[in-house]
């Protein structure tokens, strides 16, 4: 993946054009042209080319072939939100797929359900850490070693300690993203408690992990989403219309917690020669 920052609001006017959106606008001219009947979200889109491009890129990209009408776009309301669909000029049919996808989406991104997932990643790294022999010390809290965060509204998922070092953990369950800004706060949130920053997150980018890794932290990736058990039809449908990154495992993956551990074992302090 190629390194670039994350666009802020001002984007178009502080910054020269960058030249990775060039090349991601062709490999979207490529995607396309090798599924001219076929209708694709946003989001889809994005994971897919997710370890070529930051999704931003893609997002954008999409919104300037979009703008050129080079590509067909469709925005719809779903729960509160506006999501974008896409597809080539040549696929002028696509209100069934359309409504098919609509449908699946809102199973999926229904608040119940979002809950659940984010539940999921949570209770699969609860024991996970454990197992490992990190020990948990606090959910839900700001507050650690008589310090308590006032800055913001945020808080850390857990804070855990092993061999007397506290980690700072965040866990995203999700397709996107953790924005920059949250990252940023959270990372200063650890700083001031003073634990160390922990991030699991299913994907990030490579500046994200750089920041993680300069404030002393650890991001742990394991790239597929974590449904719920008892899903299996509904996981189907969504690997098979979407083919978006998603299972439904009974444990983390023991090489994913070998990361982490190896990582902290290296970065335990050296004790004094006696």
């Known amino acids: 993946m190629i390194d670039h920052e994350e666009p802020s609001d001002d984007w178009e006017e502080d910054r020269p054009r960058d030249p990775v959106l060039d ?15 076929r209708l694709f979200y946003s989001t889809q889109i994005e994971t897919a080319l997710e370890r070529d491009f930051f999704h931003w890129i893609v997002g954008r990209g ?7 009408a080079e590509l067909t776009r469709r925005t719809m309301p779903l729960q509160g939100q506006s999501i974008n669909f896409y597809a ?5 049919y696509f209100e069934r797929q359309l409504k098919t996808m609509l449908a699946l989406l809102a199973r999926i991104y229904d608040p119940e359900f979002t809950h659940a997932i984010g539940r999921q990643g949570e209770l699969m790294f609860d024991a996970a850490l454990g197992r490992y022999g990190f020990r948990a010390e606090a959910s839900n809290t ?5 310090k ?30 953790i924005s920059r800004e949250e990252l940023r706060t959270k990372i200063e949130l650890c700083r001031h408690l003073g ?23 650890f991001g742990l990736l ?11 039809e509904l996981l189907k449908q969504v690997r098979e219309t979407f083919g978006l990154k998603v299972s439904s495992p009974k444990d983390v993956k023991d090489g994913d917690m070998q990361r982490l551990l190896k990582w902290h074992l290296v970065k335990l302090p050296v004790p004094p020669s006696q």
Do not use: C
């Not at 800055?151 to 993203?177: F, M, P, S, W």
């Not at 394991?222 to 299996?232: D, I, R």
């Open 62 to 68: 999409l919104l300037e072939l979009g703008n050129a």
């Open 88 to 92: 080539s000029r040549k696929h002028r």
């Open 195 to 217: 634990v160390k920053p922990l991030f699991i997150m299913r994907f990030a980018p490579k500046s994200y992990m750089f920041e993680i890794f300069k404030s002393g932290g």
């Open 222 to 232: 394991f790239e597929e989403q974590m449904y719920p058990l008892g899903h299996t």
């Open 23 to 37: 090349r991601a606008i062709a490999r979207l001219r490529s995607f396309f042209s090798q599924a001219p009947t």
């Open 142 to 146: 700001k507050s650690w070693g008589g």
């Open 148 to 177: 308590t965060w006032m800055k913001t509204n945020h808080n850390l998922d857990r804070i855990v300690i092993r061999d007397g070092v506290a980690y700072g953990v965040e866990i995203k369950n999700t397709q996107n993203y």
